[in-house]
T-cell receptor
């Protein structure tokens, strides 16, 4: 089955700096890669996603890049703000058979004011 | 703002008791997922349904867990008997899938279960 590895497990940045979180996946058939943000005690919320026919997608201060050859994808947050502090999860899914998400282990991002 | 609704939000019970968690998916969504979140294991898929039929429950301990969708507006997850190691936050998520399209999943607020 699919295996998703996520790094780093914790990340601390100064307000205004950029943050990058990286994930690798094992199943070359995976073709959907969402990112979820989870604030303390809250539900995971989708912040951005990318499909395998696209290499990069941007939405204001966040962007995701995908390298299908290397089987890795990354989340980029620019001009970080204290409200970006949360746990971020990457995930991967495949069309074939089991179309559920396999999640990475999460990255706790702390933005220092 | 359509949301997935989960009840109860918190449940404290004693070992051996039955626990039932409920989920109301977003109206019109045809896929429902159950996840368990713990500090040690992260987010784990337990089971999911499409058009009320179970597609995958391989992540669920079959001897004590069961998941059903009595109708399109209700999904249930039961644990009987419950054990302290079942203590976790249980999330339900729903999505809309058709053919080979991939589901975007929207999560409920979760049920925080504590088994003493």
């Amino acid at each position: 089955g699919e295996n998703v590895e996520q790094h780093p497990s914790t990340l601390s940045v100064q307000e205004g700096d950029s943050a990058v979180i990286k994930c690798t996946y094992s199943d070359s058939a995976s073709n959907y890669f969402p990112w979820y943000k989870q604030e303390l005690g809250k539900r995971p919320q989708l912040i951005i996603d990318i499909r395998s026919n696209v290499g990069e997608k941007k939405d204001q201060r966040i962007a995701v890049t995908l390298n299908k050859t290397a089987k890795h994808f990354s989340l980029h947050i620019t001009e970080t703000q204290p409200e970006d502090s949360a746990v971020y999860f990457c995930a991967a899914s495949t069309y074939t058979g089991r179309r559920a998400l396999t999640f990475g282990s999460g990255t706790r991002l702390q933005v220092q004011p | 703002d359509a949301r997935v609704t989960q009840t109860p939000r918190h449940k404290v019970t004693e070992m051996g008791q039955e626990v039932t968690m409920r989920c109301q998916p977003i109206l019109g969504h045809n896929t429902v997922f159950w996840y368990r979140q713990t500090m040690m294991q992260g987010l784990e898929l337990l089971a999911y349904f499409r058009n009320r039929a179970p597609l995958d429950d391989s992540g669920m301990p079959k001897d004590r867990f069961s998941a059903e969708m009595p109708d399109a507006t209700l999904a249930t997850l039961k644990i009987q008997p419950s054990e302290p190691r079942d203590s976790a936050v249980y999330f339900c998520a729903s999505g809309l899938g058709a053919g080979t399209s991939v589901d975007i999943q929207y999560f409920g607020a979760g049920t925080r279960l504590s088994v003493l």
